[in-house]
């Protein structure tokens, strides 16, 4: 008896298993991938894997669909709109202090000054000439360095304090002028003929004065403004001729 082969089985047969091993194949297929990727559940895997939106982070949720909604604006820092100086009494009395330095830097030269100008009218018979002239040239270096401390003070805390810089300024300017130009005027003096108590007043001795008369101005608007300042903070008052 022939062995039968796949050909012999009747077609019906051999249509209904080959039907049955593709049905097996596939499941065993289907096993397989459900081995290799296990599924948590039914639904899809989230947009937003870190989870829910913070509370805080300003979002909102609208139709299922996070929208950010940008938080409310910081309150920004206090600021002054009126230009008024925010510094505190600490600092208008280290800034007084500061203008109370200068005027005590400058009371020696002026001191220095009115005795050198005082020799020279007596043509040196002091301190002598050329000690006259070193003194007032000093001077007029010293009070020009004075001048431009005061002209870079900081001052905003106090009550008039930029006019009250600025006079001082000025008043520390213009005396070094004067000094320079009495210092030209004992050069002059002691390079011709001198007697005392009746020295030539030429044209350096009148630039002297002018310059004296315009620091002088200056002084009084410094006063006058310090005086309030002084008080306030319990410095020393001064008067024109301590500066």
């Known amino acids: 008896m022939p062995t039968p082969t796949f050909r012999s089985i009747p077609y019906e047969i051999r249509r209904t298993a080959l039907f049955l091993l593709f049905v097996a194949l596939g499941g065993a297929l289907l096993v397989a991938v459900s081995l290799a990727h296990p599924w948590t559940g039914d639904a899809a895997p989230s947009a937003n894997p870190g989870g829910a939106f913070p509370e805080d982070s300003g979002t909102s949720v609208a139709s299922g669909v996070p929208q950010f909604t940008p938080p409310p604006d910081s309150p920004s820092s206090p600021s002054s709109t009126d230009g008024a100086s925010s510094a505190g009494p600490d600092d208008g009395r280290s800034q007084a202090t500061a ?8 009371a020696p030269d002026r001191k220095a000054v009115v005795a050198a100008v005082q020799d020279v009218q007596s043509c040196g018979t002091g301190a002598g000439l050329d000690a006259d002239i070193s003194a007032l040239t000093q001077a007029a270096a010293n009070r020009s360095n004075l001048a431009d401390q005061a002209g870079r003070a900081q001052v905003d805390a106090l009550e008039n304090g930029s006019q009250a810089a600025q006079d001082l300024a000025t008043a520390f300017q213009k005396s070094a002028l004067a000094d320079r130009a009495f210092a030209a005027w004992a050069t002059d003096l002691k390079s ?29 608007g410094f006063v006058a403004a310090w005086s309030s300042i002084a008080g306030e903070y319990g410095l020393q008052p001064v008067t024109t001729d301590d500066f």
Request: proline share 0%; glycine share 10%; net charge negative.
């Open 99 to 106: 203008l109370q330095t200068l005027l005590d830097q400058g």
């Open 192 to 220: 011709g003929r001198c007697t005392a108590g009746s020295a030539t007043r030429n044209q350096h001795y009148k630039d002297a004065e002018s310059a004296s008369e315009e620091a002088g101005k200056a002084k009084d």
